[in-house]
């Protein structure tokens, strides 16, 4: 089955602790992003990628790294988390630039 | 700075009724994607509209493309239970892989 996994689905931490949210796809895709979710302002990129070791920033990458070191994987780095980071997190990935986007489940983060 | 602004932001509605939700900008878009969000999971795509004043029927949902590229709606006919979601509309601002959404249209369909 095609699809996109994130890991974990509810991570509950604390300021400064770093964390790494997990995105793996099967589709063989070249496109992969990182959207956080917050209500009242939508879906916004964090960051997109479109092949190992070419990553861009998209609208809010403060706080945030990614890594793409192989083509399923891109993992969403938080080296010092803070409460403003607070969010539902959707890695995404694509077959073509700016094509339809298959998101994973979400990774719910509270920072406290 | 691009925007795509959703209207309306909350809608709620009866079965068998029909709808119509807007996704609107001042920036000329090359195409513009409908998703659809359901509670505990990602976004889904629906349609991608390309040419200005396409016109894209998926059962009962009917989406336009203005004629200008600016602009977008999505129209639902005798709404049923299962289109409740949030949908949101999305297209390219810059880079290869670069997408605004918009905040979105939160549908409650009761039977």
């Known amino acids: 089955e095609a699809q996109v996994t994130q890991n974990p689905r509810y991570l509950i931490t604390v300021t400064g602790k770093k964390l790494t949210v997990t995105c793996s796809q099967n589709?063989?895709?070249?496109?992969m992003s990182w959207y956080r979710q917050d209500p009242g302002l939508g879906l916004r990129q964090i960051y997109y990628?479109?092949?190992?070791?070419?990553?861009d920033k998209g609208d809010v990458p403060e706080g945030y790294k990614v890594s793409r070191k192989e083509k399923r994987n891109f993992p969403l780095i938080l080296e010092s988390p803070s409460p403003n980071q607070t969010s539902l997190y959707f890695c995404a990935s694509s077959a073509r630039p700016n094509y339809e986007q298959y998101f994973g489940p979400g990774t719910r983060l509270t920072v406290t | 700075t691009q925007l795509l602004e959703q209207s309306p932001q909350f809608l709620s509605i009866q079965e068998g009724e029909n709808l119509t939700v807007y996704c609107n900008s001042s920036s000329v878009f090359s195409s513009l994607q409908w998703y659809r969000q359901e509670p505990g999971e990602g976004p889904v795509l629906l349609v991608t509209?390309?040419?200005?004043?396409e016109v894209k029927k998926l059962k009962r949902l009917t989406f336009q493309f203005g004629d200008a590229r600016k602009d977008s709606s999505l129209h639902i006919t005798a709404a049923q239970p299962g289109d409740t979601g949030l949908y949101l509309c999305?297209?390219?601002?810059?880079?290869?892989?670069?997408?605004?959404f918009g905040a979105g249209t939160r549908l409650a369909v009761h039977p």
């Open positions: 589709m063989n895709h070249e496109y």
């Open positions: 509209v390309v040419t200005g004043g």
């Open positions: 990628s479109m092949n190992v070791e070419v990553t």
């Open positions: 999305a297209a390219p601002s810059g880079g290869y892989n670069k997408l605004i």
